[in-house]
């Protein structure tokens, strides 16, 4: 039907970014379908491979994947309608190929030991923390309606988040040690809790409650030396309490990696706020300094720039580099495609379903699986870049940005370790790894993300005025 | 804030570009380098696991070592190697662990597990016609009826010691035991934690049941060296034959001491009259007639001819690696005396005590020994095929012939050491050299009982050399059971 009225175009010309008034819903259920495509191969490949047959309790534990997803997508469609349609089924995807592994890895036997690497109830506990992390996602969706009300928490959000950091190292090490690194709150034997995986959360959202407060004298007061903008020594206070922070968590906990994503956080939330790149120097150097005299302090540092710099030297591959060896080897063998889910070895690297998850996948998926991994993962990044970009409110453009950064950065730092392109640190790969701390703060981090980009996407409200004077006519 | 989220963003895209070029570099181009890397199980793994396994079967088609489906459903490991006849075969076919290989499975590895590249065409039409890949079927030189025979004489026996019989005119080995031996298909279990232990048993097991005698074990030869000795006097003095009398005292001085040499018990050799046809001082094997020749022959003539039959050879691969057979040039004639008869530190192989023979029966001309018959493709086609190939010459027919002579007379002459087990033989001839070497200071421990032998004398066919650790007197441990082989090999000729 043609219309002599022109209608709205659905992006307005004057802005690209500005979506019309299209909410995407089916196109996210649609993109959730592949998703969920996706992982019933991976898990019958998984049965095919190892046992010649679909695996037992496929039913079972896909249709409750799909459940809890689908209450996700329920979600969305009620409390954050003009959400991005990408992020729920890239991190469902992702969520589900975790999943998928944990089962593949309980499902087989290491030989040397005699033992699976993760017990048989693996998947089905990697599910309930799925359904964990999606009710805090629901959660965060129907009680935060605004982005901007966590603005007002920003002073208690950054105490409880220095708490949470704080808390391993203050705990004796019996309760919080975990591999050499003081990063978890055990209760009992059974359940375990990793703090930092909330607390990062907390405090980018801390950050960008302050840095928005303060972003104007933080940008502008300072004189120049040398063509660059140095900050007055009365505004360091913040980036030297986060630098100090940072410092301690690498000494007192021996948690190298967090450290870095903490430190890389704050200086570029700074940086999006300020547009000063004296800060991100300032905060590079900063980072840089400590951790070198960290590693000439704490042995457990140093060693990990020597596994970096000399994995296959002397007694380094069968002692300290013998995970990263093994992870390398792994990745090796899959080469280009991959062994197939179920036809490499991933047990023999250790700690396979936690730090080196990524690696497992390298080996069984191969280089183009492990790069359309990347590449999920960047383009999750790239929407809440883009969420940044289109929000208004300066708070929520830092809390986009921010969070974006992080996510990116901490599959910078789990990934780049693995692969040997920086020193190896142990943290958890987002929605892949085992842990259910790890999974609820990343479903955590999609929620706010959600939040956030439904606002930026969410068109402004009609003015009744303008009603009367233009007709709208909507084709079909 | 825009322009800075710009740069955020740029910074986002270099952190993703490098993580891919990373992964690219690694899993595109750093594969083969991380493979070849020594600690590299997952590619040792990958080796051996990609394809079914190839068999090992004997000459006649006996199968003594294979390849099943895995049994249980959780194994990472799709095939388990299994050993029909445990034990008997260890020698030959080794063992296939999940860290490492023996024997044939060791040195025929790339063929059987389907990765030497002389498969690779093959494996290319196997990829296209859609076929699954298997590795290469070895077929040994070893003979079941002999191998049987063999291990059942010695587990019959009960001490330990090894049997290695040779066709003299290939080369062939025919039959290879050792006792105590073991099972490899415990070995192959694919559960870590248990071939860690049963590996240590093994190796704690003071009977030693992982060491294959017949190739890595070396024991003084004892008597059975005088065919060295013959051999080197009848080359050195072309005159003489094996009538010729030569000087036999009941005791012989050695020189440059007050020691004496004496035979068995102290006896007179041969009649007592000092004198002796070597034949005669031969058969009844009299150390003072062998220990008066190596004197005269010298030990560099001894030391030559013991390298031709084969000893001091550092090298020897059939494909298995063979220990070192020893002949020590001894640093005076007193123990020269004692080498020419198979003492001092005279050592070999059992395997190097049938070369003895197989050199004397095929005319003087040692053929390599060699286990590995042929090797065949999953499609049947014949990938390698070992052609009999010449060691040494270490005497001439003529020599080879008198020292043949001399063999008879020791088992078919009445006073010969090997007599009383002549009749035993129905009517094959067997032409041997029995051997008891002292072992232990001061001649403490039991004696090593050798035994060398070919037969049928006329046409021979098959040569045995047998050792018996503490076996005792060489005629009565030793030589009993190479005549069970040859019964069991001609038997079935």
């Known amino acids: ?476 | 804030m825009n322009r800075a989220l710009r740069r955020i963003s740029i910074a986002v895209l270099v952190m993703f570009v490098l993580l891919l070029i990373n992964v690219n570099y690694l899993q595109g181009f750093e594969t083969a380098s991380l493979a070849s890397e020594p600690g590299n199980s997952r590619a040792f793994y990958a080796a051996q696991n990609q394809y079914e396994r190839g068999s090992i079967i004997t000459s006649d088609n006996v199968t003594i070592a294979a390849s099943k489906p895995s049994a249980g459903a959780n194994d990472s490991i799709k095939y388990q190697r299994y050993y029909p006849y445990g034990p008997e075969y260890a020698p030959v076919t080794g063992y296939d662990t999940l860290y490492s290989q023996t024997g044939i499975e060791a040195a025929e590895n790339g063929l059987l597990s389907g990765n030497d590249s002389s498969l690779d065409v093959r494996k290319f039409i196997d990829l296209i016609t859609g076929k699954s890949t298997k590795g290469a079927t070895v077929q040994v030189t070893i003979n079941s009826k002999a191998q049987a025979a063999a291990y059942n004489a010695l587990a019959a026996g009960g001490k330990p010691g090894a049997v290695v019989a040779i066709d003299p005119s290939t080369g062939k080995i025919l039959a290879m035991a050792s006792y105590p031996s073991y099972n490899p298909g415990v070995l192959a279990t694919h559960d870590g934690k248990q071939l860690v232990t049963v590996d240590n048993q093994l190796l704690a097991d003071k009977s030693q049941p992982l060491l294959n005698r017949a190739l890595e074990g070396t024991y003084p030869p004892g008597s059975t060296f005088k065919i060295v000795t013959s051999s080197a006097f009848l080359t050195q003095n072309p005159g003489t034959t094996i009538n010729t009398n030569v000087a036999s005292p009941t005791q012989l001085t050695l020189p440059q001491t007050t020691n004496v040499l004496t035979n068995n018990d102290g006896e007179s050799c041969v009649n007592g009259t000092g004198q002796a046809q070597l034949i005669m001082a031969f058969a009844q094997s009299c150390n003072t007639t062998f220990g008066k020749i190596g004197e005269d022959v010298g030990a560099s003539a001894l030391d030559a001819m013991a390298t031709n039959f084969g000893m001091n050879n550092p090298n020897l691969t059939i494909p298995l690696a063979v220990a070192q057979s020893n002949y020590l040039i001894p640093p005076s004639l007193a123990l020269t005396a004692y080498s020419a008869i198979g003492q001092y530190n005279d050592t070999v192989t059992p395997l190097q005590e049938a070369m003895f023979s197989a050199a004397i029966a095929n005319g003087g001309t040692l053929m390599k020994p060699y286990l590995v018959q042929q090797v065949t493709a999953s499609d049947l086609s014949t990938v390698t095929s070992t052609t009999p190939s010449v060691l040494h010459q270490p005497v001439s027919s003529t020599v080879a012939a008198e020292v043949g002579k001399m063999m008879l007379a020791v088992v078919q002459d009445p006073t010969g050491t090997g007599y009383q087990f002549n009749a035993s033989v129905e009517g094959v001839q067997i032409a041997g050299k029995t051997g008891t070497a002292e072992t232990g200071v001061g001649n403490s421990g039991l004696d090593d009982a050798a035994f060398t032998c070919f037969a049928p004398y006329a046409n021979p066919k098959i040569a045995v050399g047998v050792i018996i650790q503490g076996g005792g007197y060489g005629a009565a441990a030793a030589a009993p059971i190479a005549v069970q082989v040859i019964k069991a090999y001609l038997g079935n000729q």
């Open chain 1, 1 to 476: 039907m043609s219309s002599i009225t022109a209608p709205t175009p659905a992006v307005d010309p004057d802005n690209p970014l500005m979506p019309g008034g299209r909410s995407r819903r089916r196109t996210e259920l649609i993109m959730l379908v592949f998703a969920f495509a996706l992982v019933l191969f991976a898990f019958a490949n998984v049965g095919f491979s190892l046992k010649g047959t679909l695996p037992s309790g496929t039913a079972e534990y896909l249709g409750a994947f799909i459940v809890i997803v689908l209450v996700a997508h329920l979600a969305m469609r009620r409390f954050a309608p003009w959400a991005d349609p990408l992020l729920l089924p890239l991190a469902a995807l992702l969520n589900g190929l975790g999943i998928v592994m944990m089962y593949r890895l309980g499902a087989q036997v290491n030989p040397a030991t005699g033992n699976p690497e993760v017990s048989a109830s693996a998947t089905g506990i990697q599910i309930l923390f799925s359904a964990i992390g999606i009710g805090c996602f629901v959660a965060v969706l129907a009680l935060v309606r605004e982005p901007r009300v966590l603005q007002r928490y920003t002073y208690t959000l950054g105490a409880i988040g220095i708490l949470l950091l704080a808390l391993p190292a203050l705990l004796p090490g019996s309760i919080s040690e975990v591999n050499g690194a003081k990063i978890q709150i055990a209760f009992g034997s059974l359940i375990t809790v990793q703090p930092e995986e909330f607390a990062k959360l907390a405090l980018a959202i801390s950050f960008a409650g302050y840095l928005v407060a303060k972003r104007d004298v933080l940008a502008l007061a300072g004189r120049r030396v040398l063509g660059i903008d140095l900050p007055r020594a009365r505004d360091l206070g913040p980036i030297v309490l986060v630098w100090a922070v940072s410092l301690l968590l690498l000494v007192f906990e021996s948690d190298i990696g967090t450290s870095a994503v903490f430190m890389g956080l704050f200086v570029a939330m700074l940086y999006i706020a300020t547009s000063r790149t004296s800060w991100l120097l300032l905060g590079f150097i900063m980072f840089v300094v400590g951790a070198f005299a960290a590693s000439k302090l704490v042995g457990h540092v140093g060693e990990r720039f020597d596994i970096w710099l000399h994995p296959f030297v002397g007694s380094n591959p069968e002692n300290n580099a013998f995970q990263l060896v093994q992870g390398l080897y792994g990745m090796a063998s899959g080469g280009l495609l991959g062994k197939g889910l179920g036809g490499g070895q991933p047990y023999i690297t250790p700690l396979v379903q936690s730090d080196l998850v990524i690696s497992a996948f390298g080996e069984e998926l191969g280089l183009a699986g492990l790069m359309a991994i990347l590449l999920i993962y960047g383009l999750i990044v790239q929407r809440g870049l883009r969420t940044a970009m289109l929000v208004k409110d300066p708070f929520s453009k830092l809390l986009a940005g921010g969070l974006s950064f992080m996510l990116a950065l901490q599959v910078f730092v789990i990934v780049g370790g693995v692969t040997r392109l920086i020193p190896l640190t142990g943290i958890t790969t987002p929605f892949l790894s085992q842990g259910g701390s790890s999974l609820v703060g990343s479903w955590i981090l999609i929620a706010l993300l959600a939040r956030l980009s439904d606002t930026a996407r969410r068109p402004p409200p009609r003015s009744i005025q303008e009603e009367g004077l233009t007709q709208v006519v909507t084709l079909k």
